[in-house]
Every structure is written in structure tokens, then in C-alpha cells.
């Protein structure tokens, strides 16, 4: 069945760069999304990617699309700590009418 | 206001008890979404209703009961809870004409004892 699938955690600096990988087994997906959890919260859509687009940058968000090897990432320019949450990527496949999510990646900012 | 509100919050409940949570929406979407979320497992879909008439089982829906009551109504009912259904529960909306993007409210935690 689908499957989507993130590293868990990810600790980074205060400035750096920020990393977030996901893969996803659905070549039919549709569109591809990155959300972010903070502590207390529901989910909030970040940015989102058609599925017949490679690249998407939005500030200091970039989503990368590898559809080949069915690899979605996103970065996250000049990381700061009120970036420090759980970070989820879904797809969305039109047959399956729903959205299928990763586990999470929880992103840690040290100051 | 928040446009998609879900009651209550927070909700602890012995074994065997029936609750119910419930979300209502003001963004006039008629698609309409539960999940539950469990440390390390991501959001599971439990069940989703595209209009009134039409609700739909999840990958999870055993030990549970939906019920739309209207467009801007989506309950989510444990009719006999157990301790394994602990978790965070999330209602979610969305719009065929805007990319399918999900719109969340935000949880219900709900500890079944």
C-alpha cells in the first residue's frame, strides 16, 4: 500500500540550514505537501508542490522534488528557533481521495 | 475566530464509557476529515465525509462511528472506548478547488483510562 516515510529527528544550529527528507511509494501522487506541528497545535500547511514540478521556493522555504526516486525534501534557509516543531509530508493521490502523512520529523533549533 | 474549532479539548474517560468529539467549520467546505496522531506514527486517517450523504471508512475506523450532521458538522463517536484509542485527535477540512490543502483544528486529547 502507500507508504511515506521521514527521519524522525533532526537538530540543527540557530542560522543554518535546515534539511527535512521524505519519501513516498505513489507515483500517481497528485500533489505533495510540508506541514508544521508546533507544541499544542494542529497541523498548518506550509507549502506544497505539483506533482509535475521539480522546484518550489517560497522565502526561506525550498521544496525539492525527485520524482524519480520519489524524493521530496525541504529547506529551510537561516533556521530560527520559532522554526523548532514537527514537520510532516503528506501526498495526495486522486483514487485514494485523501491525504496519506509521514510520521514527522521533529526539528530541534539550538540556539 | 478559528475556522475550524473541534470540543472538547481535552477529555479523560474510564474504559468502556461512550464519548463523543465533535469539530464544526465556518470555511464552507463539504469535505471533512478525522485523524488520530500517535507519538512516532503520524496522523491516521480514521474516517472522511465528502458531503452529507457521503462518509467513508480510513485505514483505522474499527472501534469507531462518524456522523455528519450537516456540512458544517463531523463528529467522531468511541462508542465503547479503550485504552489503546489514547491519543490526539485532529479534525480536518479541505476544498477540491484549492489543491486539497487540509485545514486543522486544533485537537482533542483525549486518555482513555
Known amino acids: 500500500g502507500e507508504d511515506v516515510e521521514q527521519s524522525l529527528f533532526l537538530s540543527v544550529r540557530e542560522g543554518d540550514s535546515s534539511v527535512i527528507n521524505c519519501t513516498y511509494t505513489d507515483s500517481s501522487s497528485t500533489y505533495l505537501y510540508w506541514y508544521k506541528q508546533e507544541p499544542g497545535a494542529g497541523l498548518q500547511l506550509l507549502t506544497y508542490i505539483f506533482s509535475n514540478m521539480d522546484m518550489k521556493q517560497d522565502q526561506r522555504l525550498t521544496v525539492l522534488l525527485n520524482k524519480k526516486d520519489k524524493h521530496l525534501s525541504l529547506r529551510i534557509a537561516d533556521t530560527q528557533t520559532g522554526d523548532s516543531a514537527i514537520y510532516f509530508c503528506?501526498?495526495?493521490?486522486?483514487?485514494?481521495?485523501?491525504?496519506?502523512f509521514g510520521s514527522g520529523t521533529r526539528l530541534q533549533v539550538q540556539p | 475566530d478559528a475556522d475550524v474549532t473541534q470540543t472538547p479539548r481535552n477529555r479523560i474517560t474510564k474504559t468502556g464509557k461512550r464519548i463523543m468529539l465533535e469539530c464544526s467549520q465556518t470555511?464552507?467546505?463539504?469535505?471533512m476529515y478525522w485523524y488520530r496522531q500517535d507519538p512516532g506514527l503520524g496522523l491516521r486517517l480514521i474516517y472522511y465525509s465528502f458531503d452529507v450523504k457521503d462518509i467513508n471508512k480510513g485505514e483505522i475506523s474499527d472501534g469507531y462511528s462518524v456522523s455528519r450532521q450537516a456540512q458544517a458538522k463531523f463528529s467522531l463517536s468511541l462508542e465503547s472506548a479503550i485504552p489503546n484509542q489514547t491519543a490526539l485527535y485532529f479534525c480536518?477540512?479541505?476544498?477540491?478547488?484549492?489543491?486539497?490543502?487540509?485545514?486543522f483544528g486544533p485537537g482533542t486529547r483525549l486518555l482513555v483510562l
Open positions: 480536518a477540512t479541505s476544498d477540491p478547488r484549492s489543491r486539497e490543502t487540509q485545514y
Open positions: 470555511k464552507g467546505h463539504d469535505r
Open positions: 503528506a501526498d495526495f493521490h486522486t483514487g485514494r481521495r485523501a491525504l496519506t
